[in-house]
């Protein structure tokens, strides 16, 4: 699994983004796939993930309404679509990737495959 995130950039409160995280790997499909945050000085959070089996979807309270979670298993890349930004939401965004064994689910770490990153700054 290799993960790349893209599709971070300025926008305005209020805006939208589309993030997209592909991965080169042939295994995509059978991994909950998950997206995260880090704002400056503070902890990484949880912001979405989508299950690999029914694509079932699960989103932090903080975003919920607002950003949508997909996957498309044809393409191996799963997607964020960000609307109503908000400065708060100004964080550097990882895609991971975890391999749904034992207890582990797309709310409950860990995560076995991290990309890049990908900077999303929210003016107001």
């Known amino acids: 699994v290799q993960l790349q995130a893209s599709g971070g950039g300025l926008v305005q409160a209020g805006g939208s983004l589309r993030l997209s995280c592909a991965d080169s790997?042939?295994?995509?499909?059978?991994?909950?796939m998950g997206w995260f945050r880090q704002a400056p000085g503070k902890e990484r959070e949880f912001v979405a993930a989508?299950?690999?089996?029914?694509?079932?979807?699960y989103y932090a309270d903080s975003v919920k309404g607002r950003f949508t979670i997909s996957r498309d298993n044809a393409k191996n890349t799963v997607y964020l679509q960000m609307n109503n930004l908000k400065p708060e939401d100004t964080a550097v965004y990882y895609c991971?990737?975890?391999?749904?064994?034992?207890?582990?689910?797309?709310?409950?770490?860990?995560?076995?495959?991290w990309g890049q990153g990908t900077l999303v700054t929210v003016s107001s």
């Open positions: 790997g042939r295994t995509f499909s059978s991994y909950n």
């Open positions: 989508v299950s690999w089996g029914d694509a079932r979807t």
């Open positions: 991971a990737a975890q391999r749904p064994v034992g207890t582990r689910g797309p709310t409950k770490g860990p995560y076995d495959y």
